[in-house]
Every structure is written in structure tokens, then in C-alpha cells.
């Protein structure tokens, strides 16, 4: 990114408390909220399906088509999203999506057959998709305004939010009915909505990027700007595969594989998970010292190798430094990747390849259900690994690829 120049470094120093420093300071707690409030809103809703399966009688088999609609729901309306971006803007977008989520997560709560509750789904994953190319695309935006490489910590936000969320449901489990739970994670999501929206719509609005001279043919950049994305989306998705195997099969790794007992298993996807928001509020500060590029191919070597670790260990302190060590590794690339997706082709851009990512997210549990039942599961679990290291090996054929 280029640096300040002297005016603007001056202008910037003597700026007051109420100048734009300040205000983007605003806006920048204003869309970490946002991040913070839809990875809770997801966790609150994740750690009740049980209790929803039950009550919608729903088989094992039923469960898993009416959660695909969470899936078709995203990935249907991400595209759309990215060009409500470009034409009325990211910050008002986000603050709909969230809108629409806060509201959706409460409706599952109130259906009693598969049929009813795929349907709500959709709406819930329309929603989530909508919230998360907008969010993205906003922090993109502020990005480039701040001119630093902040995009890890709003993702720290979503990992945060959703230990909260996932931590808030646990405890309401017992005492408080589904209903209830899913409706005040609902107003809790409407009441950050507006505060977060209300800060984030009032902040003045990312000046635009200076054109550079053209150094090749509009349909020349054109092409490389999508060749670009698609490689970042690419990495995204090797990315959001190891998230989602591991959200799934890590705790069963850990009691058929490794022995453990039912509370180190659970310790095991937690110790992931705390690695993973570690990983992302330290974020800045690595890509900062170390550079984009070198985060994303260590971090993608460093999880490849704890996924390795963590798959054929013999002992459970051996696989728990293990996924402590994919959860570090795999912190930063998809944020990083987003981020220069979006300096790229802008909200298309991140709509793109934040599609791929979810697609990631969508292949690795099935795949690992397969494969697992081919061989085994800690060679499932290889694959992880693979893509770990994929995802890093593809940082080195972006580097050379300038963003417009």
C-alpha cells in the first residue's frame, strides 16, 4: 500500500479527537461489533440444533438436508450481495444482513417439521451469507483507509463472538427453553444492530482508491484481477476445509483415535479454537513485521504440519498441541485472503472468493465422513493437512500478482 505522504502525515498527526482519526476508530469498533455480534448469533443457533432436532423429529438424514439449506441459503445470496454492495454501499448492507439475521436466528425455534424448518433456514443462511460479503467487504473499505493490514482482528471479533455465543447457550441449556434462548440471541443481535449501524452509517464513508497509470488493456487487468481473486478464493476455501473437518470431527478423533475422555475431547476442538481467535487478534501485528504473504505460507505449512501431528499422535497432550497448532496456522489465511480479494475486484470480488471459502467449509465434513469410512479417520484427517499446506503453497503464486 503506499505510504503517507508529508501533507497527509501531517494533516493525520495534528488531526483532532473529533477528525477522521478518530472517526474511523469509531467505524472500525462499530463493524468489529458486527463481526463479533454474527459469530454469536451462529453459535447460539449451532449449540441448540440438538434440541431443535428433537423437536422437529427429524432423522439423522432429515437434519443434514435441512442444514443444507443453511448452505444454499449463503451461497445463493452472496453474489447478489456483492452487487447491492457496489450500488448502495457495504455499510448499509451490513447493517440489513445483520438486521435479517438478529431476526432469523429466533424462527427455528418455532417449527414443528423438517419441511418448516428447512424453510427458515434458507432465510437464516440468506442472512449469514448477506451479513458476511458485506461485513467483508465494509472491512475492506476500512482497510484501505487505515492503510494498515487490520482485516485478522475483525475476524478475531467473529471467533470471538462465537466462543460467547457458543459458552452463552451452553449455560442457558438447562434453564432456559430453546425458544427463549434463540429470541434473546435474536434481541441481543437487533440491539448491536443498532447501536454498531448507527456508528458505522454515520462515519464518512472510505475516500477512494488514486488510479494508477494503466500499465496494461482494461480487459488485460480485467483478467488478471479475476485470475487473482479465483487464486485467493482458492486459498479460502483449502482454508475453510481444515475449519470445517475439524468443527466436526475433531472431538471424535480425539475419543475413538486417541482415547481421551469425553472432557478432553471437548477441551480439544475448544483449544482450537482459542488458538484460532489468538492467532487472528495478533494478526495485524504479524502481516505488519512479516508481510502478508509470509503469514499466509507459514501459517498454511505451520497447520499442515499440527494437523499431521494431531492425526496420527498416540498420546491426547500430543494431539491437543496439535490442533492448538492448526488453529494458529489457519487464523490468518482466510482473512488475508478476503482482504486482498476485495482490494482486487472490490465486493465482487470478495463475494467470489468468499463463496469459494464457504464451499470449503461445506466439502471438508463429508469428505472426512468418507474417506473415513474408506480407511480411517486419522488418514481422513490427512487431507486436512494437504490443504493446510496448499493454502500456504498458493500464497507464493499471488505474490507477484499486483492489486489494482
Not at 172 to 180: K, R
Not at 329 to 341: E, H, K
Request: net charge positive.
Amino acid at each position: 500500500m503506499p505510504l503517507l505522504n508529508k501533507t497527509e502525515a501531517r494533516s493525520s498527526s495534528l488531526g483532532s479527537p473529533s477528525g477522521r482519526s478518530s472517526t474511523w476508530s469509531a467505524a472500525r469498533l462499530a463493524l468489529t461489533a458486527f463481526f463479533a455480534v454474527d459469530g454469536f448469533l451462529f453459535a447460539a443457533w449451532v449449540v441448540r440444533i440438538p434440541d431443535i432436532r428433537a423437536q422437529v423429529s427429524a432423522t439423522h438424514s432429515a437434519l443434514g438436508l435441512a442444514l443444507l439449506c443453511i448452505s444454499a441459503g449463503a451461497v445463493a445470496t452472496m453474489a447478489l450481495v456483492g452487487r447491492l454492495c457496489l450500488r448502495f454501499g457495504s455499510r448499509p448492507v451490513t447493517v440489513a444482513s445483520l438486521g435479517v439475521l438478529s431476526l432469523a436466528v429466533a424462527l427455528p425455534a418455532h417449527t414443528h417439521s423438517v419441511l418448516a424448518l428447512g424453510a427458515v433456514l434458507l432465510l437464516f443462511g440468506a442472512g449469514y451469507g448477506a451479513a458476511n460479503v458485506a461485513m467483508n467487504s465494509a472491512a475492506v473499505d476500512l482497510v484501505t483507509e487505515l492503510r494498515r493490514p487490520v482485516m485478522p482482528s475483525f475476524h478475531a471479533g467473529y471467533s470471538l463472538g462465537g466462543l460467547l455465543g457458543a459458552g452463552a447457550g451452553g449455560l442457558l441449556a438447562g434453564s432456559v427453553s430453546t425458544a427463549w434462548s434463540l429470541a434473546l440471541a435474536g434481541a441481543l443481535g437487533l440491539a448491536v444492530t443498532a447501536i454498531a449501524g448507527t456508528a458505522l452509517l454515520r462515519a464518512p464513508a472510505a475516500r477512494p482508491r488514486p488510479a494508477s497509470a494503466p500499465s496494461a488493456s482494461p480487459s488485460r487487468q480485467l483478467g488478471r484481477a479475476r485470475l487473482l481473486v479465483l487464486l485467493l478464493g482458492l486459498t479460502a476455501l483449502c482454508d475453510a476445509y481444515g475449519e470445517g473437518a475439524l468443527a466436526d470431527w475433531a472431538t471424535l478423533h480425539l475419543t475413538d483415535d486417541v482415547h481421551a475422555s469425553a472432557a478432553l475431547a471437548a477441551a480439544g476442538y475448544a483449544a482450537f479454537a482459542f488458538a484460532m481467535t489468538a492467532g487472528r487478534l495478533s494478526g495485524t501485528w504479524l502481516t505488519e513485521r512479516l508481510g502478508p504473504t509470509r503469514v499466509v505460507l507459514f501459517g498454511g505449512l505451520a497447520a499442515g504440519a499440527g494437523m499431521t501431528t494431531a492425526a496420527l499422535a498416540p498420546s491426547v497432550p500430543a494431539a491437543l498441541a496439535g490442533f492448538v497448532l492448526v488453529g494458529l496456522g489457519l487464523a490468518n489465511i482466510f482473512p488475508l485472503a478476503i482482504a486482498r480479494a476485495g482490494a482486487a475486484a472490490g465486493p465482487q470480488g470478495v463475494a467470489t472468493a468468499s463463496t469459494l471459502g464457504y464451499a470449503g467449509m461445506l466439502l471438508g465434513p463429508p469428505v472426512i465422513g468418507f474417506l473415513a469410512d474408506a480407511t480411517s479417520l486419522p488418514l481422513a484427517l490427512l487431507t486436512v493437512a494437504t490443504t493446510s499446506a496448499v493454502a500456504g503453497l498458493l500464497s507464493l503464486t499471488t505474490r507477484h500478482h499486483r492489486t489494482p
